[in-house]
Each structure stands twice: as C-alpha cells, then as structure tokens.
C-alpha cells in the first residue's frame, strides 16, 4: 500500500480523512468538515495538503474548504452536478473520470441519491475507497435527494468493487447502524459476531471505520436487500428506528 490514510474526528461524528503519496509527497484531505483539525495533523506530520476532494455538498464535508484552501493554497476537486453548491471546487469531476495524487490515481462514482450529485473515489491500485455518506459500516446514506433505486445501483456498484477494498465513510454511525441491522437480520450471524466486535470497539472508545466489501456484503442491510422495495422498507424503517 503506497498510501498512508490517517482519520480525523470532526464535528460530533465525522471522519476526515488525511491521504498522503509519499512518492511524490502529495497530501490529500477527504471530505474536510472543518480546517483547524486538518491543518494542524497536517503540521504535526509535516505534510503539505495540496488536495481537498469532496464526495457531496452537505457542510460538514466542506466546512472546511475554503479555510484549508486559504492556508495552504491547495487544489479542490468535488462533483460536478453540485458544483453551483460548493464554491470553492477548482475541478470538476463525474463518474469514469480520474483523479491523481501524485503517483496514484483514483477512479470515480456516481452514487446519487444521499445527495443529487454524490459521488466516491476509487484507488484500485490501493484497495480503498472513500465513499461519503452513501455506505456506512452496516448503513447506508438518508435519501435526502434521491430514491430507493438509485440507493439500490449505488449498492450494487460498490458491492463489485474487490471484497479487500477498505471503505473508508465520513461518519462513525457503525452501532446505531448495527442495532437496526440486527433488527432486519436477527438470524445472520455474521452480523450477531460483527455487532459484537463493535459494541466492545465503542466501549474502548475506538473507531470502527474504516470497513471492507467483504465485511458490508456480509452485514449490510441495505447492500443485503434484495430488490428496491426492500432496500425502500429498511431505510423507511431505519429513519423510524430507536433500539
Ligand atoms: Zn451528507
Ligand atoms: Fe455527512
């Protein structure tokens, strides 16, 4: 693996994450909720950013923008369909396109739905994958501005990435997520043994993100459903859910 990925916890919940090639000493920042976070990891490693890449328009993946942008002059890319959204993006891109960082090159998604104009980054190379607020560890993304089929081709777009990719979401949603998957699936247990792993994970207080294709093709409700309608009924029944 060429690159070193660090997380940032942001805001209540988020995950930024910092992305450095150290072949050609690039470093990049996904989805930045907010700067001073960032700037100062960055400092504290000695990186220089000189990338911000945004999956979607929501505040808390580009809150940070333009602050990073001002401090260290670095290059935005963020999606073209939410482009009148985010005023800082310097390229825009959509699905097929590439994007570099230094020596590595990441392909990317449209995985509407979250948000219109959502899309994830793929490094094949690299196995990783940044995937916003569409999948989640057990979850998946609110359809704030797209339907239950879209949400269904997302799932079966990043189902068919390598089961080794590590996805790495913008939120630690991972228990909350695991009670209501343990609600649909009670009799999977994968999921029993996964939920397990979690809750003793949180009560050290650690992460849980990133996940893999193998782990969320094993447990996630949502990339478990069988036609849209299923996905439709679990996400209607998970906006609803308190366990
Ligand atoms: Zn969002
Ligand atoms: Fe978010």
Redesign the pocket.
């Known amino acids: 693996m060429a690159l070193e990925i660090v997380r940032i916890p942001a805001l209540d919940d988020n995950y930024i994450w910092l992305v450095h090639e150290p072949v050609s000493g690039e470093t990049m920042v996904v989805d930045p909720a907010e700067a001073d976070p960032v700037l100062a990891e960055a400092e504290k490693r000695g990186w220089h950013i000189t990338q911000i890449w945004n999956t979607?328009w929501?505040p808390?993946?580009i809150g940070g923008n333009a602050d990073i942008k001002t401090a260290t002059g670095c290059h935005v890319t963020g999606p073209a369909a939410e482009a009148a959204k985010i005023n800082t993006l310097d390229t825009l891109v959509k699905e097929g396109d590439t994007v570099r960082l230094g020596a590595v090159q990441a392909r990317v998604l449209d995985v509407p739905a979250?948000?219109a104009g959502h899309i994830a980054y793929h490094f094949a190379g690299e196995d990783a994958a940044f995937v916003?607020?569409t999948l989640f560890a057990m979850g998946c993304?609110r359809l704030f501005e797209g339907s239950p089929a879209q949400m269904y081709a997302n799932m079966r777009k990043l189902e068919a990435l390598p089961e080794a990719t590590r996805v790495y979401c913008?939120h630690e949603y991972t228990q909350s997520n695991g009670r209501y998957a343990l609600h649909a699936e009670p009799d999977n247990a994968a999921l029993v043994a996964r939920m397990a792993e979690v809750d003793a994970a949180r009560a050290r207080g650690e992460p849980t993100v990133p996940t893999t294709i193998a782990l969320e093709k094993a447990t996630n409700p949502f990339m478990r459903a069988t036609s849209v309608d299923e996905l439709a009924a679990r996400r209607a029944a998970k906006d609803n859910f308190r366990g």
Do not use: N, S, V, W
């Open positions: 979607h929501h808390d993946h979250h948000t916003g607020d993304g913008a």
